[in-house]
């Protein structure tokens, strides 16, 4: 039993004296399937000897502990950005912990975020996604005292939960290449586009030259049409690509969003997709099986879930060392990619 003077027990005390996740702890107390009676026993017995009581609100006034993670997205309504959160607030949830959603929206966001850093004392850990940080912010982060971990990039000391966008958009090219394409496009989005400097689109863009060099084509700037991020980005982009003296057999597009730009230009100018021009994207969006989008898929949500699962081993002290889980990618053959047509 604690002193009556010391501070109540929290989960993460119970997970740590019964040797299981705090998910488990909030499984177990509230008598929820997937739990070993063996397991159940072990965590009551944990509750019992710590004095433990599920009550977040005298947890925080007298432990200091918040049971609030903070997550950090530079845009809530992005689906990409909204798909890892709603991973990681599963998992989360599951340990009865809250989650405290900060918002960047551009440069001038970023910037007071990490001049204010409006976390400290807020929050247990951090969770950023597709935030990438030099070694001051780095720094500022380490100095909140918490847990962090990265979720699409990574960095010296931190946790960090990615894909690897090179090999996912070499997969898709080498699917093109495999169909006969050897005139093929990539359509992405600007760098002055890209006011939080995403590591992302560089990556994609450098995996598509390289495999286009690799197969010993070549590679100029006429193979890359940029445009705004998002559908009519896209379509404006796939625009241009009409408009070129010589027309690609075949297009990339940065992401699923771009390629659905992409083949609305194409419909509306009355080209067939694939048999006059095959589109491959980039992430395997809720939309893409609508669209028949032939696309590189990544696992969106379980990103979230493995970063939050990252952070509670972190804060229950199961890891000692900055995980770096690198998680796969697979090609989802639909019906917009298809053979060369025949020149």
């Not at 990039?153 to 958009?169: L, M, N, Q, Y």
Request: net charge negative; aromatic share 4%; glycine share 8%.
């Amino acid at each position: 039993m604690v002193d009556s003077a010391e501070a109540p027990a929290s989960i993460i005390d119970v997970a740590r004296r019964a040797g299981v996740s705090p998910s488990t702890v909030s499984r177990s107390l509230r008598g929820m399937p997937n739990v070993s009676e063996a397991t159940r026993q072990r965590v009551m017995r944990a509750a019992a000897e710590l004095s433990y009581v599920a009550s977040p609100a005298a947890s925080r006034l007298a432990s200091g502990r918040t049971s609030t993670v903070g997550v950090v997205v530079p845009f809530m309504t992005r689906w990409f950005f909204a798909q890892v959160v709603a991973g990681a607030e599963s998992v989360l949830h599951e340990a009865s912990l809250d989650l405290l959603l900060y918002n960047l929206g551009d440069a001038a966001g970023r910037e007071r975020f990490f001049d204010r850093l409006p976390l400290q004392r807020r929050v247990d850990a951090v969770l950023l996604v597709c935030v990438p940080v030099d070694d001051d912010e780095r720094a500022a982060l380490r100095g909140l005292g918490v847990p962090v971990v990265l979720v699409g990039t990574s960095a010296p000391g931190f946790g960090s939960v990615r894909i690897d966008d090179r090999e996912g958009t070499a997969k898709a090219v080498r699917h093109l290449l495999n169909l006969g394409h050897e005139r093929i496009a990539m359509i992405c989005s600007l760098d002055d586009d890209d006011p939080l400097g995403f590591a992302t689109p560089l990556l994609r863009r450098q995996g598509f030259e390289q495999t286009l060099v690799g197969a010993g084509l070549e590679f100029g700037p006429e193979h890359v049409v940029g445009a705004p991020w998002g559908v009519d980005g896209g379509a404006r982009a796939m625009e241009q690509l009409l408009a070129s003296d010589r027309l690609p057999t075949a297009v990339f597009a940065e992401s699923d969003e771009m390629a659905f730009g992409a083949l609305w230009t194409l419909r509306r100018a009355g080209l067939e997709v694939p048999a006059r021009i095959s589109v491959i994207g980039f992430d395997d969006h809720e939309m893409a099986g609508v669209v028949d989008l032939t696309t590189i898929s990544q696992p969106v949500r379980p990103q979230g879930e493995v970063a939050a699962t990252l952070l509670l081993d972190a804060l229950t002290e199961r890891t000692d060392e900055a995980a770096e889980v690198v998680m796969p990618t697979h090609l989802v053959v639909r019906g917009t990619t298809g053979p060369r047509p025949p020149r």
